[in-house]
């Protein structure tokens, strides 16, 4: 069954700290994974795509990071501010997939506090 | 960028009647759109794919008569939640993919609907 499984549930950190955010997967064929922020009571907004190729990339302060071999996908936030606050689902796209073609995390609650 | 506008952002009905939901794709064609559903601390659940020109394709437990769809244009897709009772209260939101059907191609979401019916 294909599952992406997001930890920690939720986080609280002060602000200016760094965390990091993880992702385990088990979608097969994989095509591709994505970080999204969703505030509450909006929509997600993109925030890195990754392909099977692709170890590291960049969004300002987000840098994500991906093995295709363990099927792990981590979310560094560095100098975390107070708009940082929200949850961060990792979804992942499974090559030929029918519909989206997508799979869900349940996402990880950040909290960043003053 | 492209910008997938979702309208009305909340919306409070009795129970029994009907609710309609708008999703535009403002800068770029969709022939296809996607209709999720997500409680509170739970992932999007895909509801169902919305064609332009053609039936929408739902997911399996989905009412169809309960959840009507229509993409008549490539830039509106409305989501019409019928006779709606208390439990379909939920946080709905739309996708589209720029790009068609390259799965690689971002896939750009509404800001959601906040249905609460009382």
């Known amino acids: 069954k294909n599952q992406v499984e997001q930890s920690p549930q939720s986080l609280i950190i002060l602000e200016g700290k760094n965390c990091t955010l993880q992702?385990?997967?088990?979608?097969?064929?994989?095509?591709?994974l994505r970080w999204y922020k969703q505030d509450t009571g909006r929509g997600p907004v993109s925030l890195t795509i990754?392909?099977?190729?692709?170890n590291t990339k960049s969004n300002g302060r987000y840098t994500a990071t991906l093995d295709a071999d363990t099927k792990q996908s981590s979310l560094h936030i560095t100098a975390s501010q107070l708009s940082d606050s929200a949850s961060y689902i990792c979804?992942?796209?499974?090559?030929?997939?029918?519909?989206?073609?997508?799979?869900f995390g349940k996402g990880t609650h950040l909290i960043i506090q003053p | 960028g492209a910008v997938v506008s979702q309208h009305p952002s909340w919306v409070i009905c009795k129970s029994g009647t009907s609710v309609k939901i708008e999703c535009r794709s403002l800068?770029?064609?969709?022939?296809?759109m996607f209709w999720y559903r997500q409680f509170p601390k739970q992932s999007l659940m895909l509801m169902a794919t919305?064609?332009?020109?053609?039936?929408?394709?739902?997911e399996q437990g989905v009412e169809k008569d309960k959840f009507l769809i229509n993409h008549a244009s490539l830039t509106l897709s409305t989501l019409t939640v019928t006779s709606a009772h208390p439990e379909d209260s939920s946080f709905y939101i739309c996708?589209?993919?720029?790009?068609?059907?390259?799965?690689?191609?971002?896939?750009?979401f509404g800001n959601g609907t906040r249905l609460t019916v009382t």
């Open positions: 979804v992942v796209s499974k090559s030929g997939g029918g519909a989206d073609g997508l799979t």
């Open positions: 919305s064609n332009e020109g053609s039936k929408a394709t739902y």
């Open positions: 996708s589209a993919r720029v790009g068609g059907e390259l799965y690689n191609s971002p896939l750009h």
């Open positions: 990754m392909t099977f190729s692709e």
């Open positions: 992702c385990n997967y088990t979608v097969s064929p994989f095509s591709n």
């Open positions: 800068d770029f064609q969709a022939t296809t």
